[in-house]
């Protein structure tokens, strides 16, 4: 249910970029690095979604290959 919570943001037939950065704290820094690139998006349809990397993604043994990113607490 939560994943397709925002499933109507992006109908079929649409085109989409999507990118993601892994960090380790959500820092002022960061915040501000995110609300300035938020004022600056291309459309109103376009958006900043930072999720918490928690549960069973901090449980899965770090692997360089097959689980990069997972030592890190966000995603956004």
């Not at 939560?2 to 820092?27: G, V």
Request: hydrophobic share 40%; proline share 8%; charged share 30%.
């Amino acid at each position: 249910m939560l994943q397709s919570a925002n499933t109507w943001r992006f109908p079929d037939d649409e085109r989409y970029f999507m990118k993601s950065h892994f960090i380790d704290e959500l820092t002022d820094e960061a915040i501000r690095t995110l609300l300035d690139w938020d004022s600056r998006r291309p459309t109103p349809e376009s958006l900043i979604v930072v999720r918490t990397l928690g549960g069973a993604v901090a449980r899965v043994d770090p692997d360089p290959v097959t689980a990069r990113g997972v030592d890190a607490n966000y995603l956004p």
